[in-house]
């Protein structure tokens, strides 16, 4: 069975970064498109960004375009989110989660979570000052 531990969540000032990562055990992340979400307090969990099996393609929501990158490494079986020039409306827990994909490109990436499933226990992320 997959399962996720994110970490590198903290308490980070307006324009810092944070670099948060997401390790698998239990099964391979060969077979699967890896999304981050989130969830701010009173707010529905979102969609951030997606990344396909090989890496080459991902995809974001407009709010983080120009601000965060996802990278992914099947053989340490962890995914990264990379998270720059934060703003305090980035706050939430984040999440990351698994779609089973027979495609190694982007027809099975999208930003629904109910489209994932495997979800970890989350980090948590503020942006104060």
């Known amino acids: 069975q997959l399962q996720f531990v994110e970490s590198g969540g903290g308490l980070v000032q307006p324009g810092g970064s944070l670099r948060l990562s997401c390790a698998a055990s239990g099964r391979s992340l060969d077979y699967y498109v890896i999304g981050w979400f989130r969830q701010a307090p009173g707010k529905e969990r979102e969609g951030v960004s997606c990344i396909s099996r090989n890496g080459d393609t991902t995809k974001y929501t407009d709010s983080v375009k120009g601000r965060f990158t996802i990278s992914r490494d099947n053989v340490k079986n962890t995914v990264y989110l990379q998270m720059t020039s934060l703003k305090p409306e980035d706050t939430a827990v984040y999440y990351c989660?698994?779609?089973?994909?027979?495609?190694?490109?982007?027809?099975?990436?999208?930003?629904?979570?109910?489209?994932?499933?495997?979800w970890g226990q989350g980090t948590q992320v503020t942006v104060s000052s």
């Open positions: 989660a698994a779609r089973w994909s027979t495609d190694w490109g982007s027809k099975f990436m999208t930003l629904v979570p109910t489209d994932f499933g495997s």
